[in-house]
């Protein structure tokens, strides 16, 4: 289901440095399969696929149903984990251009509450007016700014449409079990709920129902993924070299000790652009702390070998790429011959796209390793549920790893806190006074 290739960044390790990481990588393994470590609180997803019961995946699939009977649009609202993960689930499954088809069989799922972009909320609140619309909204507090500002709006405009009672039925809120202020709301309002586990942290609950019923409104295979992501936990639980978590979290280390300090994750796929942002959250916000950590970056190759390939070729030797390849492309489009052949492309005529971007995958992959730049390579054997499900797991698991071998907690995020105290004060909430001015002061400074 994932094959990992590891030769050509090898080449760069010494072998003492490689073998050394190899054993501090499973010693990490060890702490994270015997929950002794540094947020060991927070490990309800480490073994969640293989718990996951199918009473549970109906109770998804039936509100996810129910929801589709009632909306062409449903809007998820969400921000970091509970944003990321079903949109890189969702966009890898989709039609790329599933907006435009006129016979969907599925809502259209969209999303809000990742950003506070005035325009961007009352654009959606303009497109939605003449649609059946419902809100799935995901928030453990409820009162999260960015989700709770969307939710304000989207709870108005279907209690306008439709009324209160209509709205309720329209509204399926994932919180807290029993406290916050969404779990209030959705008991006083009657809205149909699930729970975000206390021991799965945002960035790890893409197999929760925060992401699972997202991906069921859209009309994938939740069970398929879950399946995916079991089948990968049991291959990843191994206390072996051979483990792919272990092999990934060890090379990453064995890289960043010889000053590769950034790790480009490189898919081919269009599809798997979201991926990578649900990848960069995950690493990013798991291992950059006291001022630790490899910084996690994305590039879609081939368009992006036209903006930063330069770069990547030529510039300061601190990167390393691990790519996702994919294999099996469905559609079979093959290129056209061409009278004319102004282009100087008929010696490719016939030829499958999917080759053509296989070959510029693998010259690009030479021409980086001769340039100076480790690559690890994680092959896909197709783009599927089940597939997705043991990725999306294996870098979770690999990311715990790695976070361990690190030595931060791999699953908090102190740091996110200082840009929400500073915004709180900027807009006079209550309680904030002091640090109001303290901020305004040193903001003048700055300016």
């Known amino acids: 289901m994932l094959t990992i290739h590891l030769k050509s960044a090898a080449a760069f390790v010494p072998e003492k440095e490689w073998a050394a990481q190899q054993e501090k990588a499973l010693q990490a393994l060890d702490t994270l399969e015997s929950r002794t470590g540094k947020g060991n609180a927070f490990l309800g997803w480490l073994h969640l696929p293989s718990s996951i019961t199918d009473g549970q995946l109906a109770a998804v699939q039936t509100v996810a149903a129910q929801l589709a009977g009632r909306a062409e649009i449903v809007v998820v609202i969400g921000i970091g984990g509970s944003y990321l993960g079903a949109k890189a689930i969702i966009e890898a499954l989709s039609h790329h251009f599933a907006s435009l088809l006129p016979d969907r069989r599925h809502p259209l799922v969209v999303f809000a509450g990742q950003n506070i972009g005035e325009d961007y909320l009352a654009e959606l609140l303009e497109a939605l007016q003449t649609r059946e619309t419902a809100c799935i909204v995901i928030s453990k507090s409820g009162t999260t700014t960015e989700p709770a500002i969307a939710f304000r709006l989207l709870k108005r405009r279907l209690e306008e449409q439709y009324g209160k009672a209509g709205a309720k039925d329209r509204i399926v809120a994932i919180t807290d079990a029993s406290r916050g202020a969404l779990r209030t709301l959705a008991a006083q309002e009657g809205y ?256």
């Open 192 to 447: 149909a709920t699930f729970v975000i586990p206390d021991d799965v942290g945002g960035r790890f609950s893409a197999l929760t129902p925060v992401g699972l019923l997202p991906v069921a409104v859209a009309g994938f295979d939740i069970a398929a993924l879950v399946a995916g992501a079991a089948a990968m936990s049991r291959i990843t639980s191994e206390r072996s070299v051979n483990n792919p978590a272990v092999q990934y979290a060890a090379m990453r280390h064995a890289l960043y000790a010889q000053g590769k300090k950034i790790e480009a994750l490189v898919n081919y796929h269009p599809k798997m652009h979201y991926v990578t942002e649900w990848w960069k959250q995950l690493f990013g916000e798991s291992e950059g702390k006291e001022h630790k950590g490899i910084f996690p970056a994305g590039v879609d190759f081939t368009g992006d070998l036209h903006s930063m390939g330069q770069y990547l070729q030529e510039g300061e030797r601190s990167i390393f790429e691990t790519v996702v390849s994919v294999g099996n492309e469905r559609s079979g489009l093959t290129i056209p011959a061409d009278d004319q052949d102004l282009d100087r492309l008929n010696f490719i005529a016939g030829k499958r796209i999917s080759e053509c971007n296989r070959m510029a995958e693998w010259g690009t992959w030479l021409a980086h390793v001769e340039g100076g730049i480790p690559v690890i390579r994680i092959e896909l054997p197709q783009l599927d549920a089940y597939a997705l499900g043991g990725l999306l797991y294996f870098f979770e698991k690999a990311c715990g790893i790695s976070g361990y071998m690190l030595g931060v907690n791999p699953f908090d995020q102190p740091g996110v806190e200082a840009y929400k105290n500073n915004m709180f004060a900027l807009l006079g909430k209550p309680g904030y006074e002091t640090q109001t001015h303290r901020i305004r002061e040193t903001l003048k400074r700055l300016q």
